[in-house]
């Protein structure tokens, strides 16, 4: 895959499309590696690393966990900040600042000696690097080079997130044949080889390389051309992120996906505890990991095919419902075979709706300022992320049950669906600038 700029000599001035490969699948396709690059090392695969740092730093569980918190909370605060510099900026440069911070913070972990260490390496070099150097930056690039394809280019961009989960056994088969500090190292210069090199294939917007989101000419002026062939839109491509703040649509979805994240990621913290509760050994619990990770993927492809086809707001709530029913079945799981089922609803709404959130917001506030915008949404979700996860913990501490929890979670997930019901795309979000 080439990783040269796109020519600016741009088409002749009549013409609808490009010649040749759309640069945007170039950027798809970077896009999905780095996703599964950034999943498999450090969303799954630090996991593999968390019981032995445990022990051979003689904390706790607790006490370590405290960091994956703490980290969900900087995540949610820095994402305004990130936003504006990925729509400032542009991907391409913020990945080139991510990945490296990425990489140290891999290898100063393998050198941490005391648990103050660990927090600091993990918060400020892993967990910032890693958030700077995939999901957001990537799915900018993708929002902004298509439009009526929008919805299923980032699903296949994101299912990369759902391939990371196979990278974590040659993570565990690293630390067991080299030690867990040599594998650490290790990883760090994966991320920086096979990083670095994606990254240049990133480009902010089309119409700087003489190219129409999607590769389609819009109808009628859409866009008219400025130096070296370059195409420059002359018309209005959405809100800024203070309009989009000022919108009840923006609320009623960030609300909306608050919820999702809370139960998602209360799921994939407390799955292999609960399966564990049910007499459901690891190598079986580590197949359910598997399997909802496998129908996740079709999820996100599948939400991401009919985002473009029906309007989005209700494939989101499609999802939800989906999401609802998934839950009550996990709650009343007595048996692997319920659990299965359980998946079967789940999972697929579990990939999907993380496609819809990112292909729902390019669609209701357009590309002007589409990462900003998704930064201060992330600012709200930080409140599901968090709380979901603790309050999970807390009810089985207190019943020694998940049930409760998932039950509550079922109810909150069906609730929403209103939310996103009652989010419709703000007009001046597609509307055409005056002359």
């Known amino acids: 895959m080439s990783t040269e700029s796109p020519a600016r000599s741009g088409p002749a001035s009549d013409s609808r499309k490009r010649d040749g490969i759309f640069y945007g699948y170039w950027i798809v396709a970077a896009g999905f590696v780095l996703s599964a690059v950034n999943a498999g090392l450090y969303f799954y695969g630090f996991g593999a690393f968390f019981k032995t740092i445990t022990e051979e730093l003689g904390t706790s569980r607790a006490v370590l966990s ?47 000696t005391s648990v103050l260490m660990f927090y600091v390496v993990f918060i400020f070099c892993l967990s910032l690097g890693s958030a700077l150097a995939s999901v957001a930056p990537c799915s900018a690039a993708v929002a902004n080079w298509f439009d009526r394809k929008r919805s299923r280019m980032l699903g296949v961009m994101l299912a990369g997130v759902g391939l990371g989960s196979a990278v974590v056994p040659g993570v565990t088969l690293l630390i067991t044949y080299t030690g867990w500090r040599n594998a650490l190292v290790i990883l760090g210069l994966v991320t920086i080889v096979v990083g670095l090199p994606l990254a240049a294939v990133m480009r902010h917007k089309p119409e700087p390389y003489g190219y129409y ?122 048996s692997l075979w319920h659990v299965v089922l359980a998946l079967l609803l789940y999972a697929p709404a579990y ?56 039950i509550t979670f079922a109810i909150a997930s069906a609730l929403s669906i209103l939310l996103i019901l009652a989010a419709r795309k703000p007009v001046r979000a597609i509307s055409v600038a005056a002359a």
């Not at 009840?248 to 609960?274: E, Q, Y």
């Not at 473009?308 to 079945?329: E, H, N, Q, W």
């Open 66 to 112: 405290g960091a994956f918190s703490l980290a969900r909370l900087e995540g949610g605060l820095i994402g305004p900040a990130e936003g504006w510099a990925v729509d400032r900026f542009g991907p391409r440069k913020v990945l080139y600042v991510g990945i490296p911070l990425m990489a140290a913070g891999f290898v100063l972990m393998s050198q941490v």
């Open 213 to 334: 989101p999607d590769n389609e000419a819009p109808a009628g002026d859409g866009v008219e051309r400025g130096a070296e062939g370059a195409l420059v839109p002359i018309q209005d491509d959405g809100l800024t992120a203070r309009e989009a703040l000022r919108t009840s649509a923006f609320w009623f979805m960030a609300s909306a996906f608050a919820v999702r994240v809370g139960v998602t990621g209360s799921v994939a913290l407390h799955f292999i505890p609960f399966l564990s509760d049910m007499g459901i050994g690891l190598n079986v619990a580590g197949l359910m990991v598997t399997m909802l990770g496998i129908i996740g993927i079709i999820g996100r492809l599948g939400f991401g095919w009919l985002g473009d086809i029906f309007p989005k707001r209700y494939v989101v709530a499609g999802g939800l419902c989906s999401l609802t029913m998934g839950m009550l079945a996990l709650a009343f799981a007595t």
């Open 351 to 406: 990939g999907g709706l993380a496609t819809m959130m990112f292909a729902m917001r390019g669609e209701y506030f357009g590309r002007k300022s589409f990462a900003t915008i998704q930064g201060f949404m992330g600012s709200v979700l930080v409140l599901g992320t968090v709380s979901g996860p603790i309050y999970a913990g807390w009810i089985f501490d207190v019943t020694k049950s998940y049930r409760l929890a998932f």
